[in-house]
């Protein structure tokens, strides 16, 4: 089985599960051949599974100039839906480096700042962000492709981070294709919620709910 995934929080449990199984391939690249696809809800469209959800926050809530990564990405793409929900306009200040997202934040150059919980749980949820508006978003991350295999893989991973998630986490970090400190990851499993949820979701339609006959957001 070959599986394809972006180096992010999603890969986490994957990597992991290497610990004990070899009969599996992890790309860290999009390929064509690969039994499954795994990155942000956003940029797959379509997903059979939520893997990961209560990932990202606003802290410390919805402010008028907003940090975030990216132009584009997936963290992108959702606060832009959110501004068109609260039908707001607030300023949006981007940074390539993931980390530099926070710094602005506690620099006083913005008001707030959408992160992920291995940096801070101070905010409030995405998810809960677009259930007050009555907008469903079952998770942050899935995976694309029916697999019975992936499924006990991916639980498989989740285990073994329950277990020693001291250990598990240096194992993460030494096998990741980026740089992250273990403790990083270890504070993502501890804060977010890891899960293999069966769904036929498509966050495509629900984009396109929400920017009905709207060409920009802003």
Same mark, same amino acid.
């Given at each position: 089985?070959?599986?394809?995934?972006?180096?992010?929080?999603?890969?986490?449990?994957?990597?992991?599960?290497?610990?004990?199984?070899?009969? *599996? @391939?992890?790309?860290? @690249?999009?390929?064509?051949?690969?039994?499954?696809? %795994?990155?942000?809800?956003?940029?797959?469209?379509?997903?059979?599974?939520?893997?990961?959800? +209560?990932?990202?926050?606003?802290?410390?809530?919805?402010?008028?100039?907003?940090?975030?990564?990216?132009?584009?990405?997936?963290?992108?793409?959702?606060?832009?839906? %959110?501004?068109?929900?609260?039908?707001?306009?607030?300023?949006?200040?981007?940074?390539?480096?993931?980390? $530099?997202?926070?710094?602005?934040?506690?620099?006083?150059?913005?008001?707030?700042? %959408?992160?992920?919980?291995?940096?801070?749980?101070?905010?409030? =949820?995405?998810?809960?962000?677009?259930?007050?508006?009555?907008?469903?978003?079952?998770?942050?991350?899935?995976?694309?492709?029916?697999?019975?295999? =992936?499924?006990?893989?991916?639980?498989?991973?989740?285990?073994?981070?329950? $277990?020693?998630?001291?250990?598990?986490? @240096?194992?993460?970090?030494?096998? %990741?294709?980026?740089?992250?400190?273990?403790? *990083?990851? $270890?504070?993502?499993? +501890?804060?977010?919620?890891? +899960?293999?949820?069966?769904?036929?979701?498509? =966050?495509? $339609?629900?984009?396109?709910?929400?920017?009905?006959?709207?060409?920009?957001?802003?």
């Amino acid at each position: 089985m070959i599986i394809s995934t972006v180096p992010g929080p999603v890969a986490y449990p994957l990597i992991a599960s290497t610990m004990k199984r070899h009969d *599996f @391939e992890i790309k860290f @690249e999009k390929v064509p051949n690969a039994d499954v696809y %795994l990155d942000a809800i956003p940029i797959l469209g379509k997903v059979d599974y939520v893997l990961l959800s +209560k990932l990202l926050i606003i802290t410390p809530k919805i402010g008028k100039k907003i940090a975030v990564w990216k132009k584009g990405s997936a963290n992108d793409i959702l606060l832009q839906l %959110l501004v068109k929900l609260y039908n707001i306009s607030p300023q949006v200040v981007y940074t390539d480096n993931p980390f $530099e997202v926070q710094k602005l934040y506690q620099d006083g150059e913005v008001d707030s700042a %959408l992160v992920t919980v291995g940096v801070t749980t101070k905010g409030v =949820f995405i998810e809960d962000l677009f259930k007050s508006k009555g907008v469903m978003l079952p998770g942050i991350c899935g995976a694309k492709g029916e697999n019975e295999d =992936f499924s006990s893989v991916y639980k498989e991973g989740i285990d073994l981070f329950n $277990e020693n998630p001291e250990e598990v986490s @240096e194992y993460i970090a030494d096998n %990741l294709p980026i740089p992250r400190p273990s403790s *990083f990851i $270890e504070r993502i499993f +501890k804060n977010a919620e890891y +899960k293999v949820e069966r769904v036929n979701f498509n =966050f495509d $339609e629900l984009k396109n709910g929400i920017l009905h006959d709207t060409s920009s957001l802003y």
